[in-house]
């Protein structure tokens, strides 16, 4: 792999979570109901703002340039477990999703400016994308619901991966005081080999989970429009049998010529199709509110 072909492979991953991050903005349009896709697709808008910073290394500079780009990175990443937990409507753990990226910024910082190593630099931060990855492994392994069992398990299986080769990139690189990073070495391999699956994988699962969601909600609203027109005819039926009693009851009397009865079974009458006005009203305005 030549250097210009890791810059290639670089672009091309930036490339897909971009693509992804308007897709689940179209996702958006028609799922109003599923949380957290809105920072899904910031997360995936900030991971390829970053790996196209990163495809530009070293320029401007190197510390600017992967100042920004672990600092994008890092704050996508927190952006796609935090959506995860709104996905699942979970409480929010603000310190993990700001101190990720506070501890990558302070890294890239110290081991750049203070003590230069790039090796500590790569190595503590692929422990930090291993903490993430953790993280989401753990919120993988609890699915909302029965339905969503399959598709979470590979996403589990998917984070579990990527922070395995995390831990396994800080092992290969932490005792490397100079690292061409963008040199097709085994570490830069392991990185975005694992962060082009974990790309791949998790976000179309996340396209799944939303899909699964959407066929849920349509199965609840289906048996809920079957519940709602038995109630429908159950309510009707008692007035609509009033009146059919009390018009057989009214020709009865108009035989007989009976006044006065006549008058008592019209009010009847009158009274059963204003209430069964009235239900139908009630029915509608309910019906344009849902």
Not at 86 to 92: F, N, S, T
Not at 222 to 232: N, Q
Not at 246 to 251: G, I, P, Q
């Amino acid at each position: 792999m030549t250097q210009l072909n890791l810059r290639e492979f670089i672009l091309f991953i930036a490339g897909f979570s971009l693509l992804f991050g308007f897709l689940m903005l179209f996702f958006k349009k028609s799922t109003s109901f599923i949380h957290g896709i809105y920072h899904w697709a910031s997360g995936s808008f900030m991971v390829a703002l970053s790996l196209f910073i990163y495809a530009f290394y070293p320029y401007p500079e190197e510390f600017i340039n992967l100042f920004f780009t672990n600092l994008l990175a890092f704050t996508g990443q927190c952006f796609f477990l935090l959506a995860l937990w709104k996905y699942k409507e979970k409480h929010i753990n603000y310190f993990i999703l700001i101190t990720l990226p506070a501890a990558s910024v302070i890294a890239t910082t110290i081991f750049t400016h203070i003590y230069y190593h790039m090796g500590l630099r790569v190595s503590v931060n692929s422990i930090l994308y291993a903490i993430w990855a953790g993280f989401c492994f753990y919120e993988m392994l609890t699915p909302p619901s029965e339905s969503l069992k399959t598709v979470f398990r590979i996403n589990a299986m998917a984070f579990f991966l990527f922070g395995l080769a995390m831990l396994t990139r800080s092992v290969v690189t932490f005792h490397m005081k100079v690292i061409d990073l963008m040199a097709p070495t085994i570490e830069s391999i392991i990185l975005f080999s694992a962060l082009a699956l974990a790309e791949i994988l998790i976000n179309f699962g996340f396209i799944i989970m939303v899909n699964v969601s959407i066929s849920d909600d349509l199965t609840k609203q289906i048996a809920m429009k079957d519940r709602f027109f038995s109630i429908i005819a159950h309510d009707l039926k008692n007035p609509m049998n009033n009146i059919l009693g009390f018009s057989e009851l009214l020709l009865m009397k108009i035989k007989r010529n009976d006044t006065d009865e006549m008058e008592m079974v019209s009010h009847a009458i009158k009274n059963s199709v204003i209430q069964t006005y009235n239900l139908l009203e009630n029915l509608l305005e309910w019906s344009l509110s849902q």
